[in-house]
C-alpha cells in the first residue's frame, strides 16, 4: 500500500509508465535489503576527540567498511556510498550532537537535501519544528529558509514550488540553485529515496 507522498512523486517520475511504476513501487522492498546489507559491514570505530566535524570524520576504519560495501554491491559505488552512510547512522548516532542547528549532517557530513516539518504539540495548539533529515536517516535542528549549500537566508531567496499543498514543497535557492524538499509529518527511507530522485530530476521553470 503506497502512502500519499510516495504515490505522488511516482505519478510525477513515472505519469503511465508502468514500468517505471513498477521499479519505483519495488524501492521500499529495496531500501530495506539495503538496510540488511549495511548491518552486515564491519563495525565503524571511533577514534580520536570529538571535534567540530561529522562523526565519519572521526571514523578510522572508513576504508574498510567502504571497500566491504563496494564488494557486497558488486562495484556500485554510489550505491555503496549510501550503504556506509546508513551503518554510519545506525552505529553512531547516539554519539550525534543533534541539539544544535549545522549545515551539513553531524553523523555523515552530507548537506540535507530534504527538511521535515515534525508536527509538535503543545498544549491546544501544534506547531511545527523544522528538521533537516539526511539520506542516512539524521535528523537534526534546522532553519527551513537557509540554503545548505551558499547560505542564503530568507524566504525570499527561494523559488517555491508547491507540488503538493501540506504534503510536498520543492524550493530552489535563487542565488546558486540548491533545491531542498520540504515534506511534513513522518517519513521512512522509501520517502527519502523517492524524493531524492524527485530532486534530482526537477527543474522548476
Ligand atoms: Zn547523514
Ligand atoms: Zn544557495
Redesign the pocket.
Known sequence: MLKPLQRLVIDLLCGEDEGCRGDLEDLAGLVGDLDSLASSLPKPFLNGPPGRGPLASRVSNLHELRKEAVRLLEGDEALADYLV?RKL?ADLRLHAKQEKPSLE?P??G?RPRIIRLARVEEGLFTGYEPKAR???G?EWPFDEWLCPSCLAQGRDSFDVYVVRPGLLEVRKCKRCGYKIAVVEGKIDQADVALVNLLLDRFEGD
Open positions: 552512510r547512522y549532517c553523523v555523515c552530507h539526511c539520506t542516512c539524521m
